[in-house]
């Protein structure tokens, strides 16, 4: 079975047929979850407005306290697409949203599918240099960010092929009392744009639509590309992952399947950003297509996380392990009622047992009658392919496969498979498996590889193992990585910027344990002959690294050295670094 291997049915559903000889143990371990299912054929948009027509009053998006339903939201993105239209976009154009999540982002989104243009999603904290790669990447000719991120667009628009930027700001989806509030706390922070910036103002843009007198609207297909997520992929080097209108209409059926307890109009905490394949592929297009709603947090911390969770009894909520760490000590969660939880989802890391076990109690003891449930995915199929069922749960197991999605555990880099419980690299197929890397053909053959099954499969770099029953049991990553707050830290990216700075001979990037991020980064540098190891040396260099490195990437500390330790072919042993670095935080832990 191709990856777009696929029929329709009587209604004109895509169906994926069961492969012959392919292993579905799961099946008979959970007798409640389909073996396969039917998929909308059409595109992201397609599918919102769909759903738009079956429930036009229910609330699609709350944001920061304003209601909008799914006719509002529709009409909005309606507007938004004739916008473009004037504006000259056209099918297959790359648009670049360099947002948070608020209800511009979401009305742009579907708004470039409904045009036929493909979304280019990107973190807005990204370094300069890097967003600067990022459009130049993808060719995007249009760039849509919010007014606080104007200075980064403007400083590398004339170093891109960039024609026109579209400028958002968060008070322009407020509703007036709220609007109030904000500018004059954090609307008085963000720096003025000139009035001659050669920019449109988001009111301005979608003024435009007015003018367009013509079809917008461009007929695409289910595998055609409607959006392109960044990943470091197996290598560490940056890929623009491709997904299609079918990954994402895919995902969001596999995902209710697995959470049969969803009912149109609950409510999901929209924490996870919308550049992110959870936060896009789940948090958002999930829920907006399958009839739920939208808490859109734009910024958060564990505080407000937990405050919105009560304010709006949220019935699922997703985050990384150190989230729930940073709840559990939060004195202002005392006596909360969380019986409105459905659903709690972690992912981005291991959750460890002991903080599972230490969690689930927590959910408990404030009225919630459902455990935390661990999932596992990449960015290659949007997100999350694996979950814990609802009912079945197995110690360490990061669940099953969701419906028409298939494992296998083979021999790292080989396509021979293991047997049950035996270690190897996780290979993963099925309907939400990426089109490619962008312009990476190698990378993609790499990466995607298809067997005598007739499969196209993923070789994800993982590390893990399947039991009789067909639970996954994640144990580690063949590739090297960073992970931080959930993000995925490619240290080789790191180096390669300190390397090329002229008073660095040689650099090592490794994650150092972090009570709250899990992780963070920490440099070992070796100077350039002749240059002073000194803290005027290392103030230099962090802000040089300001200037190319993602905030969340960002290193905390830099050691000096004079030499670096090395392999026996000579590269630098990062692996000596970590060992020494985990020693140092016995002994100091042993003098407390």
Known sequence: MDKY???????????????????????????NLPKTLTYFNGTIFEKVADTAKKYPNNTALTFMGKNISYKQMVEQIDICAKSLRVLGIRENDKITIAMPNCPQAIYMLYAINEVGAIANMVHPLSAEREIENYLNMSGSVMVVTLDQFYHKIEAIRANTKIQNVIIARVKDALSKPIKVGYMLTEGRKIAKIPSSAPVFQWPEFMKLGKHCAYNYKVKRKPNDVAAILYSGGTTGTTKGIELSNLNFNALSEQVIAANPMFRPG????????????????VCLHTMLSQGGRCILVPRFTPKSYAKLITKYRCNFIAGVPTLYEALLRLPSMEGKDLSCLKGVFSGGDSLSIELKKKFDKFLYDHGAVIQVREGYGTTECVTASCLTPPQMYKEGSIGIPFPDTYYKIVEPGTDKELPYNEEGEILLSGPTVMIDYMDMPE??????RTHEDGMTWIYTGDLGKMDEEGFIYFSGRAKR???????????????????????VHMSCAIGVPDSYKMQRVKVFVMPAAGVKADDKLKEELLDYAKKHIAKYAMPKDIEFRKELPKTLVGKVAYRVLEEEEAKKREEEAADK
């Open 5 to 31: 291997t696929w029929t329709t049915d009587a209604d004109g559903n895509i169906v994926f047929p069961i492969p012959e000889g392919v292993n579905t143990p799961w099946f008979a371990s959970c007798g």
């Open 266 to 281: 609950d409510k999901m905490l929209a924490a996870m950003p919308l550049f992110h394949g959870f936060g896009l592929g």
């Open 443 to 448: 990378e993609t053959a790499a990466t995607l």
């Open 481 to 503: 990585m960073i992970i931080s707050s959930g993000y995925n830290i490619y240290p080789a990216q790191i180096e390669n910027i300190f390397d090329a700075h002229e008073k």
